[in-house]
T-cell receptor, first 115, second 114 residues
């Protein structure tokens, strides 16, 4: 079990630029979740995938955000035209649904700083 | 809607003394509850989970939590704190329905004094 891997760990960019993050879940996990954590707060749900299908998006996920999981394995989260308010830790989690009551396993996150 | 409330934003204990981190939940049905720990600049690690089996749940690193329906509480305890326990702790409830998304409390920052 190699765990959930996220890349990059840190991203600093200027306001208005586009950024893309990658998440590699635990290999046999069919569910993949994205959360956002701002300073001093708990993580908040953004979106999730069951295999390659994106099944729910939070109201937090504005039109500037898009997520994909093209082959049901890794996922990418893209933010277009970044704003100061996008500065946060973006966390990815994966789980196996359909076999008991499995918890979500988290990666170490990507910390985004907007200048 | 389901939610959790962590009653203390900061807790400070001395090494070797007991730890108590408090959490109350709100749920219209039997909830799935978790405690996660987050060390600085790291992701979340699962400490323990409650899924309606035993009300006293044992987790990793000597932590345990007791589900009390009458008090709608799920407090996290450890008999003796270690310096390495210093971190942020999140009480979490799993949303019902197909999503299974997690709903986090605001966190409790645990400081352990030597």
């Amino acid at each position: 079990d190699t765990g959930v891997s996220q890349d990059p760990r840190h991203k600093i960019t200027k306001r208005g630029q586009n950024v893309t993050f990658r998440c590699d879940p635990i290999s046999e996990h069919n569910r993949l979740y994205w959360y956002r954590q701002t300073l001093g707060q708990g993580p908040e749900f953004l979106t999730y995938f069951q295999n390659e299908a994106q099944l729910e998006k939070s109201r937090l996920l504005s039109d500037r955000f898009s997520a994909e999981r093209p082959k049901g394995s890794f996922s990418t989260l893209e933010i277009q035209r970044t704003e100061q308010g996008d500065s946060a830790m973006y966390l990815c989690a994966s789980s196996l649904v359909g076999v008991g009551n499995q918890p979500q396993h988290f990666g170490d996150g990507t910390r985004l700083s907007i200048l | 809607a389901q939610s959790v409330t962590q009653l203390d934003s900061h807790v400070s204990v001395s090494e070797g003394t007991p730890v108590l981190l408090r959490c109350n939940y709100s749920s219209s049905y039997s909830p799935s509850l978790f405690w996660y720990v987050q060390h600085p600049n790291k992701g979340l690690q699962l400490l323990l989970k409650y899924t309606s089996a035993a009300t006293l749940v044992k987790g990793i690193n000597g932590f345990e939590a007791e589900f009390k329906k009458s008090e709608t509480s799920f407090h996290l305890t450890k008999p003796s704190a270690h310096m390495s326990d210093a971190a942020e702790y999140f009480c979490v409830v799993r949303d019902g329905g197909a999503t299974n998304k997690l709903i986090f409390g605001t966190g409790t920052l645990l400081a352990v004094q030597p």
